[in-house]
Nanobody, 124 residues
Framework: QVQLVESGGGLVQAGGSLSLSCAAS????????MGWFRQTPGKEREFVAG????????YYADSVRGRFTISRDNAKTTVYLQMNSLKPEDTAVYYC?????????????????WGQGTQVTVSS
C-alpha cells in the first residue's frame, strides 16, 4: 500500500515560486497515476495537475497551465509540482493523490490514496 507525504508549502509573495514534493512509500509507485489537487475552505477539492505512470502524459487545469509543472521520478518514488508566477488565487491546501488507473483523471473522487496536504499561501 502506497502512502503519500507532501512537503514544500509555505508563504510566498505574488509572482514568486514554490516547489512541492510528494514522497511515496511502498513497492508499487510506478503502478499509480499521480495527481495534485487543491482546496480552500468552503470549496470543492479541484484538480491542478496529473501525470501518468511513466510520466508520458501530463494534464493541467486551465488556471495553472503555463505556470505549474508536474513531474515524477519513479526511481525516487516522488512526484513534484513546480509552481511559478504564483497568484493570490493559488492560495490553498495542496494535496497529492494516487490511483491505480492507467490514465489520468481530473475527478478527485477517482483517486484512492491521499496525502495530508501542505498549505500554500500567496500574498499580494
Amino acid at each position: 500500500q502506497v502512502q503519500l507525504v507532501e512537503s514544500g508549502g509555505g508563504l510566498v509573495q505574488a509572482g514568486g515560486s514554490l516547489s512541492l514534493s510528494c514522497a511515496a512509500s511502498g513497492r508499487t509507485f510506478s503502478d499509480y497515476v499521480m495527481g495534485w489537487f487543491r482546496q480552500t475552505p468552503g470549496k470543492e477539492r479541484e484538480f491542478v495537475a496529473g501525470i501518468s505512470r511513466g510520466g508520458g502524459n501530463i494534464y493541467y487545469a486551465d488556471s495553472v497551465r503555463g505556470r505549474f509543472t508536474i513531474s515524477r521520478d519513479n526511481a525516487k518514488t516522488t512526484v513534484y509540482l513546480q509552481m511559478n508566477s504564483l497568484k493570490p488565487e493559488d492560495t490553498a491546501v495542496y494535496y497529492c493523490a494516487a490511483d491505480r488507473a492507467v490514465v489520468v483523471y481530473t475527478n478527485p473522487g477517482v483517486y484512492d490514496l491521499w496525502g495530508q496536504g501542505t498549505q500554500v499561501t500567496v500574498s499580494s
